[in-house]
């Protein structure tokens, strides 16, 4: 059948909703009756020529083998396909032998419908097909639509036919049914702009993911191939890959081509599901549910991966198949890294739980097939939008899912697509290729290709959508693309360029001052010492309310401060509410603040600019008043009457003694030598192989993005030192991040206008208003 004849065939369907349909259902539920009818019409054509024989295997099976349960193997092989119906209906029976009687047509009907075999009557209530024929029988219309989808003017069997004038009708093969489909897929969400892009993407843009994922392999593909997509929808990226492959205007590939996929939504399950076992596909490889709460192929692995997951969106309720609290549980989503010193570490590769969209792309990195296993490997095409590409921290986990897939040379390229080429979205979009076999010439590096500006205006937007790629524009990316070159053609739209692996990678590493800490009791400093941090607001509000009376405990007072707690907002649990009622909370930390109180009698009130100093002295007086303070009450004192000074003098950490092996193990672990070492915070005092390291302070610390291609201590001699003197690096803190950023990479400087143009114009303008407010004031 040629594409003129789909086309009147999907016109013809098309119009039977208008027909049928317009008084029944509002203009976006048509899907919802056409869709299933067109599956149900075409399984039955498929079906009309073996009735007999699965008939007779049916009085078989019960009447000489007396078996109860039939035996689905004999019924498909009686078939021809994997499905069947063991009913003597078909829909021209049904149509032919109908009555006024709507009760009866109803019965009939589902009668028809209970004779089809599980993996149908599986698509028959994912599309709730019993309820919309109901309905349409209560509304009268269901006899109307049966003569529609039956009528002698249309040919959804395999066999050519004429219509009632002699004029022939071609047979509708399985491709050509997988174009019909698809085309009124299509054509239904371009009508119902507000679901659109949820399950559907523009087939100009699967075509350029086709064309991408295959053309490099021309020639050169095995003779058996499969093709995932893990967030499938109706199917149209399967569909499209394989009509490229077998269509004879595209691949012409003559091997065997197994689809799968796995979809959560029902009724695209059904549509895609539907369609696969019109076209002969094995049912069984679509899958119901989600991808990413169950890893359904775990034993696969796939030579072609190709999807436009649903980016934005929250993953949340997956999470507990995916973490128990923070471990990760699923293997697809932990990746083995090497830390700064080359020591494998396993690590977190879950972006955050409001976008789950990298997670699907781990998904197929985890379904990869080696090249051992069918000379190629495996290639992946996969649609994201910007936030995959920079979004997230050094050491988190989706800078560790892009990390993950580019140390290991899996990213093969990156298209960035025209804004406003979605239905349901305007923003950017990009292709992200993936191929764990790259020929030579691509080994080691990334290609990023910016077609934002290559496109064609829509006459009529849909939804979102106002702009598509021509053909040509989709060759003249793939051209780029298999071309590899750094530069575009001259006179082109596209932006191409090459990048090394090492490019997109950077050191975090934090930058340390040192602590300067002035010490000085006062009633002010201690005060918060009388309530205990997780506590302190419901405690502090409580004192004032009480005053001493909450050393006694406060169950009296239970009614009131559970109405405080709703008041100020405190949202305290029972247990916290409990223990605020318990003298023992407020005595502890007012033990501490007695005790703090009496070394700041004993110390008075000097200001101390030595921390250091003040915390040997606070021992002294602690020892001579007999106070046994642990190592957290101390620190509690400290920290309460210490603030940051400037002019204070630094804060020792530890003075230690370097020499020999230690020495040499240190320096080894830096990566430094001897001299560097205040560079790390190593100060060498005036004695010999003695180092005094520094406490750091936090509010004074920075972060640095460093280059890999870069030395970390080079970057802070140049960048840091002239400016931080007393700075050091933190070599413990350094973690590896990865970001992909298009607007650094294809920024194009544009240059700002002379003084003197800026000048002339607003010149001109003043005279302009000086001559509108005359005219006004003259007027």
Request: net charge negative; proline share 4%.
């Amino acid at each position: 059948m040629n594409h003129q004849s789909h086309n009147k065939l999907v016109s013809f369907i098309w119009s039977i909703a208008d027909d049928c349909l317009r008084d029944v259902y509002v203009r976006g539920k048509y899907r919802d009756v056409i869709l299933p009818f067109v599956v149900l019409r075409r399984i039955d054509a498929l079906l009309e020529s073996s009735k007999e024989a699965v008939l007779e295997e049916v009085r078989f099976q019960r009447n000489d083998l007396q078996q109860v349960e039939l035996d689905p193997k004999g019924l498909q092989e009686a078939s021809g396909y994997v499905f069947y119906n063991t009913s003597t209906w078909t829909m021209e029976k049904l149509k032919g032998t109908a009555t006024n009687s709507q009760q009866k047509l109803i019965a009939n009907f589902e009668e028809y419908l209970n004779g089809f075999s599980a993996n149908i009557q599986e698509i028959i209530d994912k599309f709730n097909l019993r309820a919309q024929i109901r309905h349409m029988a209560s509304k009268d219309v269901l006899l109307d639509v049966l003569e529609k989808f039956t009528s002698p003017y249309i040919n959804l069997t395999p066999h050519e036919k004429r219509d009632p004038e002699g004029r022939p009708m071609p047979a509708l093969s399985n491709l050509g049914m997988g174009y019909v489909f698809e085309e009124l897929i299509r054509k239904f969400n371009e009508e119902n702009n507000e679901e659109a892009g949820e399950h559907f993407t523009p087939r100009e843009v699967i075509q350029l993911m086709t064309h991408l994922v295959f053309e490099p392999l021309r020639g050169n593909l095995p003779n058996i191939i499969t093709i995932y997509d893990p967030a499938c929808g109706s199917g149209g990226m399967l569909t499209e890959s394989e009509n490229f492959l077998v269509d004879e205007e595209g691949f012409q590939y003559n091997g065997d081509v197994y689809l799968y996929g796995k979809e959560i939504n029902d009724e695209t399950y059904a549509i895609c599901k539907s369609d696969m076992m019109i076209k002969g596909k094995n049912p069984g490889n679509i899958r119901v549910g989600s991808t990413l709460s169950t890893n359904e192929f775990s034993e696969e692995k796939f030579d072609f991966m190709l999807s436009n997951p649903p980016y934005g969106k929250s993953w949340a309720s997956e999470q507990k198949f995916i973490k128990d609290g923070k471990e990760i549980i699923d293997s697809r989503f932990l990746v083995t890294l090497k830390d700064y010193w080359g020591n494998d570490q396993v690590e977190d590769a879950t972006p955050r739980s409001s976008d789950g969209q990298l997670l699907f792309l781990m998904e197929m990195v985890d379904k990869m097939k080696p090249a051992s296993k069918n000379r190629i490997g495996s290639r992946i095409a996969s649609v994201h939008n910007g936030s995959s590409l920079f979004t997230g921290d050094a050491g988190g986990g989706e800078s560790n899912i892009r990390r993950y897939i580019i140390e290991n040379d899996w990213l093969d390229a990156i298209v960035q697509l025209p804004n406003n080429l979605f239905y349901n979205t305007g923003i950017t979009t990009y292709i992200w290729l993936l191929n764990n076999h790259k020929p030579d010439h691509r080994r080691g590096k990334v290609q990023l290709i910016d077609a934002n500006n290559l496109f064609r205006k829509l006459r009529k937007n849909l939804g979102n959508k106002n702009s598509e790629f021509a053909p040509e524009h989709i060759r003249e990316i793939v051209q780029a693309y298999l071309g590899f070159q750094s530069a575009p053609s001259e006179g082109s739209q596209l932006e191409v360029k090459v990048f090394d692996n090492s490019d997109f990678g950077y050191y975090k590493v934090n930058i340390e001052r040192p602590k300067r800490l002035r010490s000085q009791f006062s009633q002010e400093a201690l005060e918060p010492l009388r309530f205990e941090k997780s506590l302190f607001q419901p405690m502090q509000t409580l004192f004032r309310e009480y005053g001493e009376l909450v050393y006694d405990g406060l169950e009296a007072k239970a009614e009131g401060i559970a109405r405080l707690n709703e008041q100020e907002g405190w949202d305290l649990n029972k247990k916290q509410l409990q223990r605020l009622l318990d003298a023992e909370t407020w005595n502890k930390p007012y033990n501490l603040y007695l005790a703090a109180t009496k070394l700041w009698k004993q110390m008075g009130d000097r200001v101390y600019m030595d921390f250091n100093a003040f915390s040997e002295e606070l021992d002294k007086q602690a020892k001579a008043l007999d106070l046994s303070l642990s190592a957290a009450e101390k620190k509690a004192i400290l920290n309460a009457v210490s603030v940051y000074d400037p002019a204070a003098e630094k804060v020792i950490r530890k003075i230690e003694k370097l020499s020999g092996d230690k020495l040499n193990q240190l320096l080894d672990y830096l990566g430094c030598k001897k001299a560097q070492l205040p560079e790390f915070g190593y100060y060498p005092t005036s004695r010999n192989d003695e180092y005094i390291t520094y406490e750091a302070e936090s509010d004074l610390r920075d972060t640095e993005q460093i280059p890999l291609r870069e030395s970390i201590y080079n970057y802070f001699v140049r960048e840091v030192k002239p400016h931080v003197e007393e700075a050091w690096i933190n070599l413990d803190s350094v973690k590896i991040g990865y970001e992909i950023s298009f607007n650094k990479y294809f920024y194009k400087h544009t240059p700002l206008r002379s003084l003197e143009e800026v000048k002339e114009e607003l010149l001109n303008l003043e005279k302009q208003a000086d001559g509108l407010l005359h005219d006004i004031l003259n007027f």
